[in-house]
C-alpha cells in the first residue's frame, strides 16, 4: 500500500492542537502543585521542561507522533523505514531545529515531493498522512 504524505495544513492543525494540550498539562500541573504547601522550584522547573521541550520528543519516538499528529492523522516515520519510529535523539534533533526554524522550516514542505520540512530532511523523518 503506498502511504501519503502529509499536507502542510494537518501538520499545522497538528502543532495547533499540541500548543493546547501543552498549555493546558501546564495549567493542570499548577493546580496540582497549589495543592501542596511548598513545592521546590526544581519540581516546578522540571516539569515546565518536560512538558514544554521533552512532549513531542518523547510522543514521537515512541508513539510515532504527539497527540496533535494523532488527531489530524498524521505520523512521523523514519524515511528510510515508513513502519519504524525515529529515535529519541532524532526526535530531540527534529524538535529543536523545529523550534529554532519556526515556520520556515515548516513552509519548505510545499518545495519537495515528500513534503519534508528542513527538520525532516535533518533526521532522516517523513510525515505520513494515515487517514485511509
Keep these: 500500500m503506498q502511504k501519503k504524505y502529509a499536507l502542510l495544513p494537518d501538520r499545522v492543525k497538528a502543532a495547533v492542537i499540541d500548543g493546547i494540550v501543552i498549555v493546558a498539562a501546564m495549567y493542570l500541573t499548577s493546580e496540582i ?5 511548598h513545592v521546590p522550584n526544581y519540581v516546578r522547573i522540571s516539569a515546565a521542561v518536560v512538558l514544554s521541550i521533552l512532549y513531542d520528543p518523547i510522543f514521537t519516538s515512541r508513539f510515532g507522533g ?13 524515511d528510510s523505514d515508513h513502519n519504524k519510529n525515529i529515535s529519541f535523539p532524532a526526535a530531540l534533533l527534529r524538535f529543536i531545529l523545529k523550534g529554532t526554524l519556526g515556520w520556515l522550516s515548516l513552509v519548505t514542505v510545499t518545495g519537495n515531493e515528500k513534503r519534508k520540512a528542513i527538520h525532516d530532511f535533518a ?8 487517514k485511509e
Design 33 to 37: 502543585f497549589s495543592l501542596f504547601e
Design 66 to 78: 504527539t497527540i496533535g499528529h494523532s488527531k489530524s492523522n498524521i505520523e512521523v516515520k523514519r
Design 123 to 130: 533526521v532522516n523523518s517523513v510525515v505520513l498522512n494515515i
